[in-house]
């Protein structure tokens, strides 16, 4: 058996997920850590952005799928990606995630990625990010997810100044849609 069909047949028959019970924040927070290497460099000598972008997709991913208990989460979107500084051949780089929003199907995962120079013990906000994920059905359907519920009032922040980046970027997306009409 190829190892594509073992993978698919482990996940046939998921539980029921209980969509009445919230998840918090903490449930679900996660870090990745990895030592750069030299096989992620750049022609510059820093470690490349892709490679950064792809740890941080993995590492959302990880987050998603624990708060879904779904295996098959999508990237629907990366809402913003902000290079602050770069990350070096031999720096061990972490990537922070946690849930900050969910809707009906999606859910928004906030990203820190950090640099640590492991001789100089010196430690760097390389980037940030926030990564939108669809939990998906057996049909490859967006399906329903567990709600955000706040532990506390620090959660309850978190998911509030969430609930307010949502709504800009809806009002931007139809922003955009309507000029595209009036353009088509």
Known sequence: MNPFESIGKKYQTLPKVDLTQGRSIAYSRSTTRRLMELIDANAHGNVHGGVI??????????????????????????????????????????????MRYVGRTSMEVGVKVMAEDVITEE??????SYLIYVALDANRKPTPVPPLVPADNEEKAIIERASVRRKRRQKIDEEVKQTKEIKD
Do not use: W, Y
């Open 53 to 98: 972008m792809r740890m941080v997709d993995d590492a959302a991913a990880i987050v998603a799928i624990k708060h879904s208990q779904n295996p098959t989460v999508v990237t629907a979107r990366v809402e913003r990606f902000d290079f602050l500084s770069p990350a070096f051949i031999g720096d061990v780089v972490s990537v922070h995630c946690e």
């Open 123 to 128: 430690v760097r906000n390389i980037a940030n």
